[in-house]
């Protein structure tokens, strides 16, 4: 499909959608580009989801990973930052539909709204085992945490302050190993000596994974590090083990081929992404099928099938790279991937703007991060030389001056540096407030009140 003659002294028309990793990053690309660029989000913030676990346990406050979309474009009137949310598609008409009844009509679209949680066919956990995408997710998550150890000091019964002290992280991969090791550490550092009834260091953190290890994206090796460092912090480690329930009091799993209870009243779900629901109803315009994730196959340039003025990137693409030698190979579903997505894309627009054919995505791997918690981490890099692995102190140092660099645009690099030296020093984590008063919700009722935020 040709893209349709645009009328004399009339710019062509970029909309984007998202305002993620690579919806940001494709505006910031085509900058200079004689486009006018359009970017819609249901949120006003880029959020750096990488540290939203630090928000969620209280380490950060929000305002330290997000910033909002209109203050990143400030001063570039080529950019126009709606909030809105997007309800379909009329490519025919190259027109987007928004919820409330407005359309946005466009000459080239960039798709990039993200992932959701997947609970694997079983959506009723969600109230009991909220996930973490979201700064929603995350006041959600951290108000149950707290309020835990709130409602355990009232109990008189040993037995509900045990099950109250239990937290269940379910799903072994960044995010839940990243949540495992600092719930920990709020229990055993940060939390004693504030309570006179329980002792919240006697809190159970528990990891639950189907799989056989840990971090599955990493190498054996490291993954086997891992394990060993979230088990010294304090973390009991169930591999093997199948979530088969999950009720307000806890869950059922199965391991060994026998089925075990856990009585939690925190549970966290790090298990499953699928792609936002955005990608179906693109699907359903375009005529084509999406995976099981259900994200929306793609050209080698990122393109939708059958439109090359639709681009599909981050999590909602099932992309391939396309190396110049050996076969393509799926492209993994972390932020540098949806950055460098957001860029090939902006890449190949430009290129249809010059009357050039378009190039195929390549992605660079430039490795992986993990940390597990206080001075524990695993590194895997890639290196013209070969793979560079490390953990321990030096990977957790590493981790952290990484995460800092790549705040860039964000106004409080320093912030976030003088925050965590405080908290290293003093194991105290300031940004333990909750919005709501005692009994909203239930003792640690799944209220989703803004967190007051500083």
């Keep these: 499909m040709d893209p349709t003659p645009l009328q004399p002294g009339r710019r062509p028309h970029v909309l984007i959608i998202g305002g993620g990793f690579g919806g940001i990053w494709a505006a910031k690309a085509l900058h200079k580009t004689p486009v006018d660029i359009t970017v819609v989000d249901r949120t006003n913030h880029h959020l750096f989801q990488p540290l939203l676990y630090q928000v969620a346990t209280a380490g ?30 009329d490519l025919a008409a190259r027109q987007v539909r928004l919820a409330d009844g407005g359309r946005i009509d466009y000459d080239h679209l960039i798709v990039a709204a993200g992932a959701t949680h997947s609970y694997f066919g079983n959506d009723a956990w969600a109230e009991h085992a909220p996930g973490l995408k979201t700064l929603s997710d995350a006041f959600s998550i951290r108000r149950r945490a ?10 008189d019964d040993p037995v509900r302050q045990r099950d109250l002290m239990t937290f269940v992280v379910i799903g072994a991969g960044p995010t839940g190993v990243e949540m495992a090791g600092t719930l920990v550490e709020i229990a055993r550092h940060t939390l004693p000596g504030e309570f006179r009834r329980i002792q919240p260091a006697q809190a159970r953190v528990l990891l639950v994974e189907g799989g056989g290890r840990v971090l599955q994206a990493m190498p054996p090796g490291l993954s086997e590090k891992a394990r060993q460092q979230l088990e010294r912090l304090g973390v009991e480690v169930l591999l093997d083990t199948k979530v088969t329930a999950i009720d307000a009091d806890g869950l059922w799993v199965e391991r060994g081929g026998q089925r075990e209870r856990i009585d939690s009243h925190s549970i966290i779900w790090a298990a499953g992404v699928a792609a936002s629901p955005l990608a179906r109803m693109l699907g359903e315009a375009a005529g084509v099928a999406c995976d099981r994730a259900g994200r929306v196959p793609v050209e080698p340039d990122l393109s939708l099938r059958g439109h090359p003025e639709v681009s599909v990137i981050g999590d909602m693409a099932a992309a391939r790279s396309h190396p110049k030698k050996g076969a393509p190979t799926a492209v993994p579903g972390v932020s540098p991937a949806a950055k460098q997505m957001g860029q090939c894309a902006a890449r190949n627009l430009q290129r249809r703007l010059a009357g050039q054919p378009t190039e195929a995505f390549v992605y660079r791997d430039y490795g992986n991060l993990a940390t597990i918690g206080r ?11 070969g793979p560079i692995r490390f953990s321990g102190f030096f990977a957790w140092l590493f981790w952290l001056i990484a995460h800092v660099y790549f705040l860039i645009g964000f106004r409080n690099r320093i912030a976030v540096l003088m925050d965590w030296a405080w908290a290293y020093f003093t194991y105290e984590r300031h940004a333990r407030v909750v919005a709501g008063e005692a009994g909203a919700g239930g003792p640690i009722g799944p209220v989703r009140d803004p967190a007051v935020e500083g």
């Design 375 to 385: 001075r524990a981490a695993v590194v895997d890099l890639s290196s013209p030389l």
């Design 60 to 89: 950060l406050p929000a305002p330290s990973i997000a910033a909002p979309i209109r203050q990143m474009f400030r001063g570039d009137e080529q950019v126009t930052t709606l909030m809105a949310e997007v309800s379909g598609f």
């Design 146 to 155: 707290l309020l835990a150890f709130e409602a355990a000091e009232r109990a």
